[in-house]
């Protein structure tokens, strides 16, 4: 029997389609002039897509930001026509770690060429609703996952027997991000060892 029909069934192994995102992370950070072990500033990939980023507050309406804590949101994208340049805006009020995670996904979008989301009424109550394509958004969480985790600096992670809290904190993510790329790597025997 095979190690790979022997893992446990929790050890999801990465699909054809998330190989690709794993090398497209590889190249991506290539291009950035960072190799699989050092640390990725997701503002200094910002600027490489080309895109800005911003807080509700840095648009000058004090009334608007102030109404937008009373909603529960993460982070948006959007271009204007004729301008490359992709801005992203951030609710402040979100733990860092969810920060990093949204910026990274509007960051994935772009880098991915997905289609962006639209607003449109709801057939039964004609209420503005935005399109989701969960497709686009897995992929979009994966390439930023891997993007900030690559496999070899993970694996590097986990040879120097750090919890997953320290890893978490090191890169500016949530834990249950740092253990979504252990299981999606198939490296949880290894974490299972000294955990």
Do not use: K
């Amino acid at each position: 029997m095979s190690a790979a029909a022997r893992a446990p069934a929790r050890v999801r192994r990465a699909s054809a389609p998330a190989r690709r995102l794993e090398r497209e992370a590889a190249a991506l950070r290539w291009r950035l002039g960072l190799g699989p072990l050092d640390r990725l500033d997701p503002l200094r990939l910002a600027a490489a897509v080309p895109a800005r980023v911003f807080r509700p507050e840095d648009f000058g309406d004090e009334a608007l930001a102030r109404r937008l804590r009373d909603v529960p949101w993460d982070g948006l994208s959007f271009t204007l026509p004729g301008d490359p340049l992709l801005i992203v805006v951030l609710n402040p009020d979100r733990p860092a770690a969810r920060r990093t995670a949204t910026l990274l996904e509007e960051l994935s979008h772009a880098l991915l060429g997905h289609l962006p989301s639209r607003l449109e009424p709801d057939p039964n109550t004609g209420v503005l609703r935005r399109t989701y394509n969960a497709e686009q958004e897995r992929e979009a969480f994966e390439l930023g996952a891997a993007l900030l985790l690559p496999r070899e600096r993970l694996a590097a992670e986990l040879r120097a027997r750090r919890p997953v809290a320290a890893v978490a904190r090191r890169h500016g993510c949530s834990e249950a991000l740092v253990l979504f790329r252990i299981r999606r790597l198939g490296l949880s025997r290894r974490y299972d060892a000294y955990a």
